[in-house]
């Protein structure tokens, strides 16, 4: 197993689990007895498993058998990626629910009374403070005096309580305005202010795109995973050389052997083999002639050559029979 395959295996392994871990929280939570919960989660691992293995399972097959398989492997892509969808929503809602849960809920103590009802007294009261103002004092001046102050007070204090009301209701809207701001994720927020759609729309395109990445890339995983192995030719063993033992009598049947294929296998001379060729012939009629004698030496001097090449010739001229 090579390190490219056991590295396509490990991937394909994984996207795989991971498919089926969402496969079987999407299932879990939109099951409501356990029996319905363990049906959802035993169809999800299905539909994942199969989508993933069937292109690989069927490369081999008829074109028929390609066919049907291609059609139940869409629905299982469109099946699959609706549930990892249903699971990217739920996560992302409760990733929402945890970070409004963050803000204290408990900043501003709730009013004793709605501001209608404060609205509704502090009417009644500046209407008899208004009466009291239009009235002639002709007796009892002081007794009016200490309604008029009465009242002024009282319609103060519901004025206050109004205001109060007033900043506890715009605190309670600034909450609900950061906890709606932090239930939806700030990239998806961002991306529908930037393509002018709702937050609702990104997040359901998000999860389609990557439930549709993570089911694209298991299944390629898995189809060069379980691709078939090319057929290797069988190699044919090549015995080597056998090394014998040189001697003096096989030497000389090699050189026998030797001449009788170049006799019978005659190749064209190169120049510097007829020149020696020639050289030979002219020291061999020196010879015959007595004016050299067949010595290394005065083979060496006839022919101004080097110490082994006057050796070598002579040899030649030993088995031509010439030195005798």
């Not at 501003?108 to 501001?115: D, E, H, T, V, Y």
């Not at 395109?205 to 379980?226: D, H, K, P, Q």
Request: net charge positive; with cysteine; hydrophobic share 50%.
């Amino acid at each position: 197993m090579t390190r490219p395959f056991r590295g396509a295996l490990l991937l394909a392994v994984t996207a795989t689990g991971t498919a089926i871990c969402l496969s079987v929280l999407a299932g879990w939570q939109r099951g409501g007895p356990l029996a319905e919960r363990l049906v959802w989660v035993a169809i999800g691992m299905v539909l994942v498993v199969g989508g993933h293995l069937l292109p690989s399972l069927v490369r081999s097959a008829p074109l028929v058998v390609r066919g049907v398989a291609g059609v139940l492997w869409l629905a299982c892509m469109a099946t699959a990626c609706y549930g990892h969808l249903t699971f990217f929503l739920l996560a992302q809602r409760h990733a929402g629910e945890l970070r409004a849960g963050s803000i204290a809920s408990h900043a501003l103590l709730p009013a004793n009374r709605g501001l209608t009802a404060v609205m509704a007294d502090r009417a009644m009261v500046a209407a008899q403070l208004a009466t009291a103002n239009i009235r002639h004092c002709q007796r009892d001046c002081l007794t009016l005096d200490a309604r008029r102050l009465t009242l002024a007070a009282r319609l103060d204090a519901l004025n206050a309580e109004a205001d109060d009301i007033r900043r506890s209701q715009a605190a309670g809207d600034r909450v609900t305005a950061e906890r709606d701001g932090l239930t939806a994720d700030p990239v998806t927020v961002r991306l529908a202010a930037l393509f002018g759609t709702t937050v609702a729309h990104i997040d359901l395109l998000s999860g389609l795109a990557f439930a549709a990445v993570l089911e694209g890339v298991a299944c390629l995983l898995w189809t060069v995973t379980l691709r078939p192995l090319p057929a290797v030719a069988p190699v044919t063993p090549i015995s080597a050389p056998v090394m014998t033992s040189a001697t003096p009598t096989s030497a000389r049947r090699e050189r026998k052997s030797n001449r009788r294929i170049a006799a019978s296998d005659p190749v064209t001379p190169s120049p510097i083999a007829e020149s020696a060729d020639l050289a030979v012939a002219q020291l061999t009629q020196a010879i015959a002639a007595g004016h050299v004698r067949p010595t290394v030496a005065d083979i060496r001097r006839h022919l101004g050559c080097s110490q082994g090449r006057a050796a070598a010739v002579r040899r030649q001229l030993v088995s031509l029979n010439l030195t005798a």
